[in-house]
């Protein structure tokens, strides 16, 4: 393994500091007495009192024999004070001056006891009277400093940097983590409703033997054992729905589902869908209660029913409109495709600039026409309802019109956030559209359903009328959030293999010009010239090196020009 400068040199420091008879790996418990949130939230309780924290070391102001530190937990920041005296003594300065000035490093983790006070410019801190390591850093955390203009400067902003390292964004980005804690938010919101309205929470399979509930195209796996074909699953409908033929009224999952498809802004081949089924509702009452949970959510997780979305601001207060997908069509391309076959609505299609095939039956060719001309323009949460019967498989046919089916999606910002229907519960209905789809796989639609004959087995015991929703998870804390993108709302996106860093190589110079500083941390930058003993030409070229490779930096302040490790 290729290590930089700085790797290597935080690893001699470990072995320092086990030379020193410290662990810098401590296996015990180290109890602290507070979080650094309830001490600078509620000073006066603390003022003067010990107390004993834990986090990470952020970074050091070292003055003397007194120096500044910063501390980061779970909760927040804060000052920490640390002087020789304390930690230490004159007799013995080890933990001071070698331990803390020149054996730790910025994100090392550390546990402090000692006394909280306030600066006299009122800043919250704690005296420290007894410094542990607790774990040592072996890799430099990225220096995000903040100038006295607010200026952000080496910000670990880049996308994919962040997504790959997420524990390193987590630790210098502080607002990502509020992201994720509004995630949980939104996830517990829900499933406060659900409970409260007897719901039941379950579990079902992941690995099915049929990639059933949805037009999706599955990841493949195999059994060794069964000798059999497995594929993880694309939705968790049909098991839901046996649950409701076997007597339970409500059921809800939290499912990790997979789709072996394209990745963009807004899609990753796992992601989290809730699915609800309730016995005895229709698609109506559906609507009802999806107005009545999305209000709730809004206002568990930002405290309004308005949410900033984008240059949008959307309300989720109920009521929301109700548009029948042709109608919407209509609406936005002039054309009435209501009873239309596949070779007038390809004809369409190509009239409104889509491009389109043979394999494409009349359910993908209004999806397309919906999808490319309709769905962008509805930006306030929009019930679009009445899908024809060949987009919905799975769905009952409408009470008024045979050709339509009572099912809805929830348009917001433009995306579809939510798909419920009032379930198909006819077995012998279910099994003719099973092999409607069949015929679409066999033209060349890889989304066509699979005929799950279990599923239909069950639908023949009976199942209750019944109303089911699919909510995806991502997709509403996207819009909770405010992210445009999905990687921004899962803790580890999926991601393309990474591409090997290039290690960095030092010539002589650099090197022995890194090992003064390495030593000094910080010097003058007319001295370090001076003890690198180079000439003006080599001084340049070695100093831009340096900084290049982002091991130094050069700052000019009032007192002159400073270079320092970075």
């Known amino acids: 393994m290729q290590l930089s400068p700085l790797e290597i040199v935080r690893r001699e420091s470990l072995q320092k500091l086990r030379e020193l008879g410290i662990n810098p790996y401590p296996a015990e418990e180290f109890k602290t007495t507070a979080s650094i949130k309830e001490i600078t939230s509620n000073f006066n309780s603390f003022e003067g009192k010990e107390v004993v924290l834990a986090g990470r070391m952020m970074s050091r102001r070292i003055m003397g024999k007194a120096s500044f530190a910063e501390l980061k937990d779970a909760s927040g920041r804060m000052q920490i004070y640390i002087n020789r005296d304390e930690i230490s003594s004159e007799e013995d300065p080890t933990m001071y001056n070698t331990v803390f000035k020149k054996l730790l490093d910025m994100g090392d983790i550390i546990g402090i006891r000692g006394e909280v006070f306030k600066t006299k410019v009122g800043e919250v801190s704690v005296n420290v009277k007894e410094l542990t390591v607790l774990s040592k850093s072996l890799r430099p955390l990225p220096v995000v400093k903040t100038d006295a203009d607010g200026k952000v400067h080496d910000a670990f902003s880049d996308a994919e940097q962040r997504y790959r390292q997420r524990y390193v964004d987590l630790i210098v980005n502080d607002?990502?983590?509020?992201?994720?804690?509004?995630?949980?938010?939104?996830?517990?919101?829900?499933?406060?409703?659900?409970?409260?309205?007897?719901?039941?929470?379950?579990?079902?399979?992941?690995l099915q033997p049929i990639p059933g509930g949805a037009a999706a195209r599955p990841f493949m796996t195999h059994h060794n054992?069964?000798?059999?074909?497995?594929?993880?699953?694309?939705?968790?409908?049909?098991?839901?729905?046996?649950?409701?033929?076997?007597?339970?009224?409500?059921?809800?999952?939290?499912?990790?589902?997979?789709?072996?498809?394209?990745?963009?802004?807004?899609?990753?081949?796992?992601f989290t869908v809730m699915e609800l089924?309730?016995?005895?509702?229709?698609?109506?009452?559906?609507?009802?209660?999806?107005?009545?949970?999305?209000?709730?959510?809004?206002?568990?997780?930002?405290?309004?029913?308005?949410?900033?979305?984008?240059?949008?601001?959307?309300?989720?207060?109920?009521?929301?409109?109700?548009?029948?997908?042709?109608?919407?069509?209509?609406?936005?391309?002039?054309?009435?495709?209501?009873?239309?076959?596949?070779?007038?609505?390809?004809?369409?299609?190509?009239?409104?600039?889509?491009?389109?095939?043979?394999?494409?039956?009349?359910?993908?060719?209004?999806?397309?026409?919906?999808?490319?001309?309709?769905?962008?323009?509805?930006?306030?949460?929009?019930?679009?309802?009445?899908?024809?019967?060949?987009?919905?498989?799975?769905?009952?046919e409408h009470r008024t019109n045979p050709a339509l089916t009572e099912r809805f999606e929830l348009m917001v910002n433009g995306k579809e956030l939510a798909n419920a229907y009032s379930e198909l519960n006819d077995p012998i209905d279910q099994r003719e559209r099973f092999e409607d789809q069949l015929k679409l796989s066999e033209k060349g639609d890889d989304e066509a359903m699979f005929i799950d004959q279990d599923f239909i087995r069950a639908l023949e015991y009976g199942m209750p009328p019944t109303s089911g929703i699919g909510i995806g998870i991502d997709r509403l804390v996207m819009f909770m959030t405010n992210n445009a993108s999905i990687q921004e709302v899962l803790f580890f996106p999926q991601m393309k293999p990474e591409k090997k860093a290039p290690s960095i190589e030092l010539n002589d110079d650099e090197k022995a010009v890194f090992e003064i500083l390495k030593r000094i941390e910080k010097i003058e930058l007319p001295a370090l010239k001076t003890k690198s003993g180079l000439s003006n030409k080599k001084w340049d070229k070695t100093i831009k090196g340096l900084t290049k490779h982002n091991l130094a930096k050069v700052n000019n302040t009032d007192e002159g020009l400073f270079v320092e490790l970075v």
């Open 175 to 206: 607002h990502v983590k509020e992201t994720f804690i509004k995630r949980t938010k939104i996830t517990n919101s829900m499933r406060d409703f659900f409970n409260k309205k007897g719901y039941l929470e379950v579990e079902t399979p992941i």
């Open 225 to 270: 054992a069964l000798d059999m074909p497995l594929y993880l699953r694309i939705a968790n409908e049909l098991y839901l729905k046996r649950l409701i033929v076997g007597g339970f009224d409500a059921v809800y999952e939290f499912a990790k589902d997979f789709r072996n498809e394209g990745m963009d802004r807004t899609h990753n081949p796992e």
């Open 277 to 396: 089924y309730v016995a005895y509702k229709d698609y109506n009452w559906m609507m009802n209660m999806t107005e009545e949970l999305l209000e709730k959510i809004a206002i568990d997780t930002n405290g309004t029913t308005e949410v900033q979305i984008g240059e949008n601001k959307v309300s989720f207060k109920a009521p929301y409109p109700r548009v029948p997908i042709l109608e919407a069509i209509k609406i936005h391309t002039g054309y009435d495709v209501a009873g239309m076959g596949e070779v007038e609505l390809r004809d369409v299609c190509r009239k409104v600039g889509l491009e389109v095939d043979e394999t494409m039956g009349v359910g993908k060719l209004i999806d397309e026409l919906f999808g490319e001309k309709c769905e962008h323009l509805y930006i306030q949460p929009t019930f679009i309802t009445d899908y024809p019967k060949e987009m919905s498989p799975l769905t009952k």
